[in-house]
């Protein structure tokens, strides 16, 4: 944010903003110490330089030990000053006026390293910061993808900021990043899927070609087309949603509720009310099942459709190769036989052209292919963009099968409970139950019944954490088909 300060003198770091620094640094009890005395500086391990209109890194020579130095939100146009201070692991230069990545080469303890908003156009330079794990470089002027690569050399790189980069609004941006640095876990503060780097490294590595890095993409949570069982329940989006599973995990702890049940019409309704809800739950399962089939099927199109353009393309490339083959071996019998120079330097003109024809011939397949695969590919995503987005539709409330007659039955049966209660609760008090009948009850149900209050409570408590639960269930399905 330095250009919010452009009404403000620049500085050069100096010993007075050091010690000032330190003195801030030091608890509250030691600062009239660090005031009196000059601070040994080689014991300072953190300084803290933001917001002080720093033009230039001066002056840090002595702070040999520091760990970590944050001088972001200054002036700062170029990283130097730096070369003694090789015990460094954090280091903030975000929000300055950096140009170009340099002067880091002895921070070889680096691990945490801030380059956010800057002016940088290239990113070079780092090969010495084999420790660094972390690396933001985003709001520069990267406009150049393939310079990312370089990051591989960095083996224990695990977090990386590009966002609000220039290049970050190309296409394919997320999926080559990850391709080419497999190791990352979070790329612009988002989790990297573990699948999505094996399915990507695995190919990227067969094939730099850009339509085949996004044919990875579509593919990915695909799986195998064959799953069975909890498995297939997972991938459906549909766990726990078969039989009575979702009502016994919203009923299976709830103790107080289950002491009421002694009260006749509480156990009659609960009696009644599982059946209901499990039917609800069934019809969601059954539908989740069906839309798992839906993108099966288009899934299985997409990759035999993929292998059949592939085969098509390469049996194509092969038969040209090898008419090449056998015209250039009998070329060279014929220049072998050739009587004159003459006769040899017209066979060696004609075998030139024919290695430019096959040139071309193989380049106009490579375009022929690419232009297939993109078609596949965008007919693909239109499929699937229809089946998620009708699937979500659906869980949201448009199909009748869908969780909010759930979260309805959850909130009629604690209406008729809570009427049941209170009704129970009226007769003790007028005492219109029968003895045998009030004997029936155990101690601890009519400890509950004669205090309103926490029976009241407790029962719309339980009411909340079901209804939350419901909630999740319908969350989970819709997160899991996004991320799909």
């Not at 997320?174 to 989790?191: E, Q, S």
């Not at 069906?290 to 092969?318: A, G, M």
């Not at 009948?437 to 019944?449: A, I």
Request: negative net charge; charged residues 25%.
């Amino acid at each position: 944010m330095s250009q919010f300060f452009s009404n403000v003198e620049p500085n050069i770091i100096d010993d007075e903003m050091i010690q000032k620094a330190i003195e801030e640094k030091c608890p509250e009890d030691l600062g009239d110490l660090a005031r009196q005395q000059n601070t040994n500086v080689k014991v300072v391990t953190e300084l803290q330089l933001s917001f002080k209109s720093i033009l230039q890194i001066a002056n840090l020579w002595p702070l040999e030990n520091l760990t970590k130095l944050q001088l972001d939100n200054n002036f700062i146009e170029k990283i130097e000053g730096l070369e003694s201070l090789v015990h460094l692991v954090w280091l903030d230069l975000s929000f300055n006026n950096i140009e170009v990545i340099e002067g880091l080469d002895t921070l070889a303890k680096l691990q945490d390293l801030s380059l956010y908003s800057n002016r940088i156009s290239k990113i070079e330079h780092l090969d010495t910061l084999q420790k660094l794990q972390i690396f933001s470089i985003g709001r520069n002027n990267l406009t150049i993808l393939e310079d990312v690569v370089c990051l591989r050399r960095l083996k224990k790189l695990r977090t990386l900021n590009l966002s609000g980069n220039p290049f970050c609004s190309e296409e394919h941006y997320r999926l080559f990043v990850v391709a080419h640095l497999p190791n990352l876990v979070y790329l612009d503060f988002k989790l990297v899927r573990h699948s999505t780097v094996r399915f990507l490294h695995s190919l990227i590595g067969k094939s730099g070609n850009s339509i085949l890095q996004s044919l990875c993409f579509v593919a990915l949570g695909a799986g195998s087309p064959q799953k069975s069982g909890s498995q297939k329940h997972t991938t459906a989006f549909v766990e726990y949603l078969n039989g009575s599973l979702l009502f016994d995990n919203l009923y299976g702890e709830d103790r107080e509720v289950a002491k009421l049940a002694s009260i006749p019409a509480v156990e009659d309704l609960l009696q009644a009310y599982p059946s209901w809800f499990v039917l609800l739950s069934e019809n969601l399962y059954n539908y989740g099942l069906e839309e798992y089939e839906k993108r099966e099927t288009e899934v299985s199109k997409f990759y035999k459709r993929f292998h059949e353009i592939l085969t098509v393309n390469q049996q194509e490339s092969k038969r040209i190769i090898s008419d090449f083959e056998s015209q250039n071996q009998r070329r060279l019998d014929e220049l072998y036989q050739a009587g004159s120079d003459d006769i040899a330097e017209s066979k060696r003109a004609q075998g030139k052209e024919d290695v430019h024809q096959l040139r071309d011939a193989l380049m106009t397949l490579e375009v022929l292919v690419s232009n297939d695969l993109e078609e596949l590919l965008q007919d693909f995503k239109r499929s699937i963009d229809v089946i998620a987005s009708t699937f979500i539709e659906t869980i949201q409330g448009i199909y009748p099968f869908h969780s909010i007659q759930c979260r309805d039955l959850e909130n009629e049966q604690h209406e008729k409970l809570m009427e049941i209660i209170n009704a129970t609760m009226k007769k003790l008090e007028e005492e219109e139950f029968g003895e045998n009948l009030e004997d029936d009850l155990p101690d601890d149900v009519r400890k509950l019944l004669t205090d309103k209050n926490t029976i009241v409570n407790t029962i719309n408590m339980s009411h909340r954490i079901r209804l939350q639960k419901i909630d999740k269930r319908e969350s989970d399905m819709l997160c899991n088909i996004y991320k799909w």
